[in-house]
């Protein structure tokens, strides 16, 4: 069975300095995609990053990159110089894999880690 | 572009009561996909329609149904409403691509459902 594990309860950073989230994966299944969503105080879970399991390097979207390591089973955001908005829960998830029901997405969600930026 | 929409934002409920949330997928997307949130936790896969018919259930009970319109929009009705369903249901968009793309799922703003 899949299994997303986000170790890190609760981080607090300054403004400006870079924050790394960290995300491990349990998966027997070679084909597999995995996500980072941004969740604010409003509830909406913002998609932030995508990284397929075959993708040869690692995604990057703005601020935004995911230092994958599939060696490890990790998938780590990384968010370059931090602003006072990313304040919000930061939840990684697994896409169950595809091919196991034709075109089937099930997201598999770690429980999360809130981060706090100071200003 | 609208995105993902989802009514009511709030509802509040008792014990036994029925409920039924709705969801409207971004514009150009065929499948949705529904999860609850209780505080503190991350989102659980409740079921997924696509073609209006449900295609993968997770781990909830027959009490949890849902329905997808033929304009894709769907509903996750709740029966005999127990204290433990209150939580945040969550609606996400995609487009099945059958693999070929990364079938990236866009979430809506939430339902927030208050059992008493």
């Known amino acids: 069975a899949q299994k997303i594990t986000q170790t890190q309860p609760g981080m607090f950073v300054q403004e400006k300095e870079a924050v790394t989230l960290d995300c491990t994966y349990d998966?027997?299944?070679?084909?597999?995609?995995l996500f980072w969503y941004k969740q604010p105080s409003s509830g909406e879970m913002i998609f932030l990053i995508y990284?397929?399991?075959?993708?040869?390097q690692n995604a990057t979207e703005g601020r935004y990159s995911l230092n994958f390591q599939k060696a490890r089973k990790s998938a780590n955001l990384v968010i370059s110089a931090s602003q006072l908005g990313d304040s919000a829960m930061y939840f990684c998830?697994?896409?169950?894999?595809?091919?196991?029901?034709?075109?089937?997405?099930?997201?598999?969600f770690g429980q999360g880690t809130r981060l706090t930026i100071n200003p | 572009d609208a995105g993902v929409t989802q009514s009511p934002t709030h509802l509040i409920k008792t014990r036994g009561q029925q409920v039924t949330l709705r969801c409207s997928p971004k514009?150009?997307?065929?499948?949705v996909s529904w999860y609850q949130q209780a505080l503190g936790q991350g989102p659980q896969f409740i079921f997924q329609y696509y073609e209006e018919e449900e295609r993968q259930r997770g781990n909830f009970p027959d009490r949890f149904s849902g329905h997808q319109f033929p304009n894709y929009s769907s509903e996750l009705n709740v029966n005999a409403l127990l204290l433990g369903d209150s939580a945040l249901y969550l609606c996400?968009?995609?487009?099945?691509?059958?693999?070929?793309?990364?079938?990236?799922?866009?979430f809506g703003p939430g339902t927030r459902l208050t059992v008493l």
């Open positions: 998966t027997s299944d070679p084909s597999y995609g």
């Open positions: 998830a697994m896409r169950e894999p595809w091919y196991s029901i034709q075109g089937a997405q099930k997201l598999v």
């Open positions: 990284q397929g399991s075959y993708d040869q």
């Open positions: 514009s150009g997307h065929d499948t």
């Open positions: 996400a968009s995609s487009l099945s691509t059958g693999g070929a793309g990364t079938d990236t799922q866009y």
